[in-house]
Every structure is written in C-alpha cells, then in structure tokens.
C-alpha cells in the first residue's frame, strides 16, 4: 500500500524568509503527486501537482515543488514567504499501481510565518 | 465556475436525529467524493462516486449513508451518529475519477453530534 511521510508537523518561518515543506512517498514506480494547501476553516485547494516530465514544478502563489524519484521525495519551496501562507499544506499521491482511484495523504505540515 | 458548494456549513445534531449533508458542484464532473476530517488531521476517505455509482466504500458505518441522485449533486444522510463522529465533512469532486485528476473541494460542513 502507499503511503506518504511529511516529516515535520510544523514550520515556524519569519516572513520574507525561504520555506521547505518535506514529502516522502513509500513507492518508486510511477505515481502521481500533489500539494494541497488548507487555509483555517476552509476547505482544500491544489498548489500542484506532479504527472511527468520536467522534475521542477510551479504552482500558485510562487510554490514550487521537485520531483526526485530516487529520493521518492516530492518537497515543496517558496523563496519568500508571506503571513497569508500560514495554512496546513498536505502532500498527496495517486498511485495507478494500486488500482484504487483515490488519493493518500501525508499527516499534513503546518506552516506558521511569523513578522 | 469550480466552485463546490456544501450545505449546511455548521450542524449540530443529537444522537437520535436524522440529517442529511448537500453537496454540489456545475462543472460537469463525473466522481465526488466524501472525506472526514478530524481537528489537525488530514482528511479520510470514506466514499467514491463514479457516473452517480458508488464505486468506494472506506468500510464507513451504516449510519453514513451517501447519495448521489444525479451527475451535479451528492448527499451524505447521517443517522443515529456518535459523538466521535464529530468533525469536519468535506466534499469534492474530479473530471472523471482517474488517478491524475485534480481534486476539488467544498469548504465543508463542521458538524457536532450532541
């Protein structure tokens, strides 16, 4: 079965300051790969996602994130962070292998940005 | 518009009651989904709709029943709940329900069961 490991449960960071969300996925054949991020009392929205190709992945609000298979890792960046990104980011996967249409999701992380 | 919508946003409900979560979305997608989520947690899968026909079930107690009457809109009939059912019920929905779609949320009803 798949999983996924998001290694820190939060991330305090100062504003402007870079960030790096980890994501580790248990399988190393093709697997689909997604950041979500939850903002408080809200419900989930896509950052972006991984399929194939290019390993560096740009989403919304200047995330990006990279793909390294060998790693099995899909981690998630942003060179300068602002207050409005304090939310819950969730690593996901779809795993075509397992046959189940449905995605897993890491424990979350919880990015506090402080000023 | 990919907006999915979910009513009602709060609940409240005591062990005896009967409700029914809504869930709708008019961006032509064929799988919606029901997840929980518990305070700090990720969300849980608990059902799978593919072309209105339930196509997973996470193993979820008989007193969730899901609904799916039509292409547009999903139900979740709720009935003699227990307190630890209290949490955070999402709805989303995706083009077709393939491994590589984007999912998209509703907000979410927070219910609590008395």
């Known amino acids: 079965a798949q999983s996924v490991t998001q290694l820190d449960s939060q991330v305090p960071v100062f504003e402007e300051a870079p960030v790096e969300l980890r994501c580790n996925y248990s399988s190393s054949v093709s697997v689909y790969l997604f950041w979500y991020v939850q903002y408080p009392n809200q419900g989930l929205q896509l950052l972006l996602k991984?399929?194939?190709?290019?390993?560096l992945v740009k989403g919304i609000n200047g995330f990006e994130a990279e793909f390294n298979k060998s790693q099995t890792s899909f981690h998630l960046r942003k060179p300068s962070v602002h207050i409005s990104d304090t939310a819950e980011y969730f690593c996901a996967v779809s795993d075509p292998a397992t046959g189940r249409r449905a995605l897993t999701f890491g424990s979350g992380t919880r990015l506090q940005v402080q000023p | 518009d990919t907006e999915v919508t979910q009513t009602p946003k709060h609940l409240v409900m005591g062990m005896t009651n009967k409700k029914s979560l809504k869930c709708e979305q008019h961006m032509g997608h064929r799988a919606m989904y029901w997840y929980k989520q518990k305070a700090k947690k990720p969300p849980e899968l608990m059902f799978v709709?593919?072309?209105?026909?339930?196509?997973i079930n996470e193993s979820v107690p008989s007193r969730f029943s899901p609904e799916c009457p039509n292409s547009s809109l999903l139900n979740l009939h709720l009935h003699a709940l227990q307190p630890e059912d209290s949490a955070l019920y999402l709805c989303?929905?995706?083009?077709?329900?393939?491994?590589?779609?984007?999912?998209?949320f509703g907000p979410g009803t927070r219910l609590t069961v008395t």
């Open positions: 991984y399929l194939s190709g290019s390993t």
């Open positions: 709709y593919s072309y209105e026909k339930l196509s």
């Open positions: 989303a929905s995706s083009q077709t329900g393939t491994f590589d779609e984007e999912q998209y």
